[in-house]
């Protein structure tokens, strides 16, 4: 790009607030109290993002007499759950291709099972009365280079050959640019019914207001420290008291577990967002989205974007993060120079929008495990439940993991509890600083596919080999 065209991009960061403009809501609600004093329960929940209230929720739901307490180490929502792109998706997998390559003979069960829970979480918002502007408009796969045309089609064709494509339509070029008009988009698949569109800090604070409804006891600015067995429940100890729990759910994700055999299964990886200011009529105009869909590319590094009820452009993705040796530190919640490259390729997507400006800009850990969709399991004799490794699609399948994790707890034998997917486990991340080399190739290799129409080198084909290959 010439220099004054990426004068032109920078200039169109100079506003931009360094947080979440989901959570930059002056509507945020205040944090509960600290824990204090000592607690007893029949539930302990450690975490407030969506994994951690879906759990206490239905655990509610499930038994209204049931005694459950969550514990926060910050304020509910604060991380993942409300710095994300608001696409709340079906899928458990991580998208069909990678279902298809890793469960093929339960890919049709884990689809419906998906689908019911997308729906579940829609009655949960009408119910409860969350108001997060969920809109179910579905989601487009977009292909920007020829051989993601391909690609596409050839996944379509695969899931319709399976049965697995109601919902799904095939969009060429000038179909594409008739939903959203921008001259990089070559095709398209789009999920019709699969995806919503949604508020994701109002979610996590809508969840929160109908746990509290129900009798849970939620304590924020409380981090669990250490976790323990205690007569025949267990103690976890927070900075001014301990509470003991007949069994305890952890929906922790990024944060180290407190389970520590599990770590290795899960790394960091930083996701960066933009939200430009609303457009005016005009531009509206210019970029036609009157469907509201979610959009993603194709690429192996590849964006995400949406639009806002108040017709702003989310746009984020592509320049993934993963901290040297894996360690979490704020500091790297906030990159300049991925909001240059991610402004950059927003203004060659959608060259008409010259002249727009960024509003906020922001990034944070997503927990990624070596399958891409998460895993599950128990410690401690049964009375520990754990739920880790969405890889940034968990705004939709921590609902899942929630049911998921009470189903072990209460040692249930049930259609989700039979699931290879829920009975097996990814492969540990080696230990450090190998994690790092072979994430940092993994990255160059990716990129370097992208480059060369999709050709995957020999370090990306003997990952695949081990089921191990990512390809978006």
Known sequence: ????????????????KPVSYWLDDPGKPAAQPALTADERCDLLVVGAGYSGLWTALIAKERDPGRDVVLIEGKEAGWAASGRNGGFCAASLTHGLANGLARWPDELARLEELGARNLDAIEEAVARYGIDCDFERTGEIDVATEPHQVEELRELHEEARRLGLADGSQWLDAEALRAEVDSPTFLAGLWDKDGVAMLNPAKLAWGLKRACLELGVRIYEHTPGLELARAGAGMAVRTPYGTVRARRVALGTNVFPSLVRRIRPFTVPVYDYALMTEPLDEAQLAAVGWKGRQGLGDSANQFHYFRITPDHRILWGGYDAVYPYRGRLDAAHDDRPETYLKLAEHFFTAFPQLEGLKFTHAWGGAIDTCSRFSAFFGTAHAGKVAYAAGFTGLGVGATRFGADV???????????RTRLEMVRTRPMPFPPEPFAWTGITLTKWSLARADRRGGHRNLWLRTLDRFGLGFDS
């Open 1 to 16: 790009m010439a220099p004054a065209a990426m004068r032109s991009v920078a200039k169109s960061l100079s506003e931009a």
């Open 405 to 415: 994790m009470l189903d072990l707890l209460d040692g249930a034998d049930t259609e």
